[in-house]
C-alpha cells in the first residue's frame, strides 16, 4: 500500500508533521508551515497530492481526534443513504425559478418532483409521505447565500481596469451592469430585488455579482487549499 492509499490516522498525521503526541497548537502550525514548504505545487519539485494530505494531516491533528482514531472515516452506506433520502437537493437555478427534478426515496423509489420558485435551504417539503428538508447547492460560481443570489462573472483585465459595460449570464438571463472604477475595487456589484424570489416568510432577495478577471482564475486547487489554510501560514 503507498503512503497516498494508508488510511491517515492520528499516528500516520503525527508522522507527516514529525511532531509527537503533545504538540501545542503553536508547535503544529510551525511543524505544517516547515512541511508545507517543501512540497507545496507552487515550488520546484512540489506535490499536489502530498500537499493536499499534509493540510489534511494538520486539519485532523488540530481538530485533536482521539490518539489513534481513523482520521475522517466516511459514514456507514446506510446513515449515509438515510441522510441522502431525507434531503432533497436543489441548484440554485431551479431555486430562483422552480422546476422538476428528480430525487431517490428511502425505499429505493424514484420520483419526478415539481418545486416551486423561492425555496431556501432549511425549507420542508413533503414528498410520497416522507418530509424532505431542502438543500441549495450552488457549483462555486453560482450559490445561493439566505435570500441572496451570488454569480461570478469572469472578466476581461481591460474591463475591469478600464471600466465600461458587461453582459453577465445569470439564471434570470443575461444582465448588462456597468462596471465602474468603485465596483472594479470591491470586485462586487449588487443587483437589488434580483435575488431569490420572496416565498412565505422569507423575503425578496438581491443578485450580488462577483467579479474576477480573467488572468485571476487561473488558480490551482493547491492554491485553493492554501488560501484556505493560510491562518496556519502566518507568523
Known sequence: MSGTDQPLTTRRAREMLGVDAAASPGELRRAFRNRAKAVHPDRDGGDAEAFRRLVQAYEALRRGPGP????????????RRAADAATLNVSPTV?????SLEHVMGDGRRLRITVPAGLRSGDRLRVGGELLS???????????????LWVTAVLDRTLMDQGGRARVETPLGPRDVWITQKAAARGLIRLAG?????????????????????????????????????AAWAA
Not at 68 to 79: G, H, L
Not at 202 to 213: E, K, N, V
Request: overall charge positive; aromatic content about 2%.
Open 134 to 148: 431542502v438543500a441549495v447547492r450552488g457549483d462555486g460560481r453560482l450559490i445561493v447565500r439566505g435570500d441572496d
Open 68 to 79: 489513534e482514531t481513523s482520521i475522517r472515516q466516511p459514514p456507514s452506506v446506510q446513515t
Open 95 to 99: 431555486a430562483v425559478q422552480g422546476g
Open 194 to 230: 434580483e435575488g431569490l424570489p420572496a416565498r412565505g416568510r422569507h423575503r425578496q432577495g438581491d443578485m450580488f455579482i462577483r467579479l474576477q478577471a480573467a488572468s485571476d482564475t487561473a488558480s490551482s486547487a493547491a492554491r485553493a487549499l492554501l488560501r484556505r489554510f493560510a
